[in-house]
């Protein structure tokens, strides 16, 4: 059985464990070292706002989705001027939402525990958070899985694309979801 909850600290390591497989694996091959997962989960849980889900199957973390709050100035260093233009310009709220990652153990994805971690993430933030708000994330299109699970939860595309550090030749693309509160 398959079930959604909240991250507790002793799930940090396979999390971890997790993100270093799903990040050197297609479509990111990224090659990320056990240090390199720890220094980027170190970086997201300690924003603002952190909230963590995770997924577990028979006692084993299996996937994990997380976000945090970010104010316009954190995102126009984070992800530039033409990013925090667009979210102030449909959403006149101080904060957004930044969904960092959703990941699933490559030996468990297509099982639609991607798309119930994300829609766990749109569910919280409905409840917890000052409507509207805007939730914001970034995925290459080469992701199908994912760009569909979004599309599913009504994401937009914002039409603003950077290049791929990882893979130059490819462009991530921001997208958005205004949510009000249920």
Not at 14 to 29: E, K, M, T
Not at 32 to 43: G, K
Not at 83 to 108: C, G, M, Q, Y
Request: hydrophobic share 40%; net charge positive.
């Amino acid at each position: 059985m398959m079930y959604i909850r909240k991250y507790q600290p002793a799930d940090v390591l396979d999390i971890q464990r997790i993100y270093q497989v799903c990040f050197s694996g297609p479509p990111w091959n990224q090659e990320v070292t056990a240090e390199e997962a720890e220094l980027r989960w170190q970086e997201h849980s300690s924003k603002e706002g952190f909230t963590c889900f995770v997924a577990v199957h028979d006692h084993q973390i299996v996937g994990a989705a997380w976000f945090n709050v970010i104010s316009r100035n954190e995102l126009t260093k984070e992800r530039g001027h033409a990013l925090a233009n667009f979210a102030t310009s449909i959403n006149l709220t101080p904060k957004f939402i930044w969904i960092r990652e959703t990941i699933v153990d490559p030996a468990f994805q297509g099982q639609g525990i991607a798309s119930r971690l994300k829609e766990k993430v749109v569910q919280e933030v409905k409840e917890h958070f000052v409507p509207p708000i805007m939730l914001l994330t970034r995925m290459r299109d080469d992701n199908t899985n994912i760009v569909h699970i979004n599309e599913k939860l009504g994401f937009k595309r914002t039409g603003i694309k950077v290049k791929s550090k990882a893979t130059p030749d490819l462009l991530h693309e921001y997208w958005h979801l205004v949510l009000n509160k249920c």
